[in-house]
């Protein structure tokens, strides 16, 4: 890649959720290039696709016109439960009103009568990165658990009630090692890396 041409340009983060930058912005530390996230002129976009795949698409298609020189990437992730067909999936955020944890509780509820044997669930995540020449990347993470609150303990977010194979609830672990969007980022990234080197 031309040296001059790596002087201008950025990673945009195609996200309007300032955790999500941050942690995007941790995650590709060691890219060459400036990362960025969105000025506030350009507007949050309704996430309508029925994938997360699709969701991912949505916010770099969006972003794309405002940064045509430039590289970008989006993200979305949600929790997918097999006894109820794969719900809340691409509504993880927003299937109820409230809170995540006044969302998690619902989820308990609506469980009350699934065995845990029958709870399995899965943590998701894709990111797309589109690259200024038209290349696309398409970057899958995914984290399996149960759902319970077999403890009844304290609900404060879908980490709670998320059963990992080791008999632990998500919060109460580091997640690092294998948190579903890490693992997609971390694809990205490799991505982004070799992009750069051609």
């Not at 201008?8 to 060459?32: D, E, T």
């Not at 991912?56 to 997918?80: M, N, Q, W, Y």
């Not at 998690?104 to 044997?117: D, F, N, T």
């Not at 899965?122 to 149960?146: K, L, R, T």
Request: glycine share 6%; aromatic share 8%.
């Amino acid at each position: 890649m031309n040296s001059r041409r790596l002087i201008h340009m950025k990673v945009v983060i195609a996200s309007w959720n300032p955790s999500k930058v941050k942690k995007i912005k941790r995650f590709l530390s060691g890219v060459p290039i400036e990362i960025t996230s969105l000025s506030r002129e350009i507007e949050d976009i309704e996430e309508t696709a029925l994938t997360f795949e699709g969701n991912a698409a949505l916010k770099v298609e969006a972003v794309r016109c405002h940064f045509p020189e430039d590289i970008i990437i989006g993200e979305d992730s949600g929790l997918t439960i097999d006894a109820l067909e794969g719900f809340p999936g691409v509504k993880t955020a927003r299937f109820s009103p409230g809170s995540d944890a006044e969302r998690a509780q619902v989820l308990i509820e609506m469980l009350a009568h699934v065995p845990l044997s029958k709870s399995s669930a899965q943590f998701n995540s894709c990111v797309i990165v589109s690259f200024p020449n038209g290349e696309s990347a398409e970057c899958h993470g995914f984290m399996p658990g149960w759902i319970s609150n077999s403890d009844n303990a304290e609900i404060r977010g879908y980490g709670d009630i998320f059963l990992l194979s080791n008999g632990k609830v998500l919060s109460e672990i580091d997640d690092s090692p294998f948190n579903h969007q890490h693992q997609a980022l971390f694809q990205a990234k490799q991505h982004i890396l070799e992009w750069l080197k051609r």
